[in-house]
T-cell receptor, first 116, second 112 residues
Framework: GAGVSQSPRYKVAKRGQDVALRCDPISGHVSLFWYQQALGQGPEFLTYFQNEAQLDKSGLPSDRFFAERPEGSVSTLKIQRTQQEDSAVYLC??????????????FGPGTRLTVL | KQEVTQIPAALSVPEGENLVLNCSFTDSAIYNLQWFRQDPGKGLTSLLLIQSSQREQTSGRLNASLDKSSGRSTLYIAASQPGDSATYLCAVMAEYGNKLVFGAGTILRVKS
């Protein structure tokens, strides 16, 4: 596709439910990032993949958060036993990994998660 | 730990004014700095990217400068238009290909 796509765009979950958020990066992009954006704040880093390898998960707030990218393309962010504080916009970004590139990150539209 | 601060938090100006948005960061060891625009309910659109070795970048009515040693960047918008109304985010990348650290953003409103 032309850009990064995410689905669903909106998700409402009852507290305690599990949710799965999907990210389709730009074709051929090696790096994939997940960020969490609370209302009125800037995005905060959650985790980072290079191909299928998860190189950094230091931003995941708890062990209820899990991300995977099994074939080095599509990625899924899973949140188990959702809590109200998980309500936020979850942004996915991808970037190429080519020598001499600026390594710019391209963002998807985000998934707005509301936990009731 | 890298921290990014943006001032002002909000700005309202009449159409046609030139304006400056400020960004500061605590660790000057950065690989690049990006300015983004975010419209309500939308994702981030990259406006300008400045490599650590560069001093400024320009795109149309936008000009971004970088003073790495002092940990500052400014985004200059010339002849502002109502369509420029959005949240502007500044972000720094510490190492090649690594995560971005964002400021909280400046909410800009340009009145017609």
């Amino acid at each position: 596709g032309a850009g990064v796509s995410q689905s669903p765009r909106y998700k409402v979950a009852k507290r305690g439910q599990d949710v799965a958020l999907r990210c389709d990066p730009i074709s051929g992009h090696v790096s994939l990032f997940w960020y969490q954006q609370a209302l009125g704040q800037g995005p905060e880093f959650l985790t980072y993949f290079q191909n299928e390898a998860q190189l950094d998960k230091s931003g995941l707030p708890s062990d209820r958060f899990f991300a995977e990218r099994p074939e080095g393309s599509v990625s899924t962010l899973k949140i188990q036993r959702t809590q109200q504080e998980d309500s936020a916009v979850y942004l996915c970004a991808s970037s190429p990994w080519t020598s001499g590139s600026q390594n710019e990150q391209f963002f998807g539209p985000g998934t707005r998660l509301t936990v009731l | 730990k890298q921290e990014v601060t943006q001032i002002p938090a909000a700005l309202s100006v009449p159409e046609g004014e030139n304006l400056v948005l400020n960004c500061s960061f605590t660790d000057s060891a950065i690989y690049n700095l990006q300015w983004f625009r975010q419209d309500p309910g939308k994702g981030l659109t990259s406006l300008l990217l400045i490599q650590s070795s560069q001093r400024e970048q320009t795109s149309g009515r936008l000009n971004a400068s970088l003073d790495k040693s002092s940990g500052r960047s400014t985004l200059y918008i010339a002849a502002s238009q109502p369509g420029d109304s959005a949240t502007y985010l500044c972000a720094v990348m510490a190492e090649y290909g690594n995560k971005l650290v964002f400021g909280a953003g400046t909410i800009l409103r340009v009145k017609s």
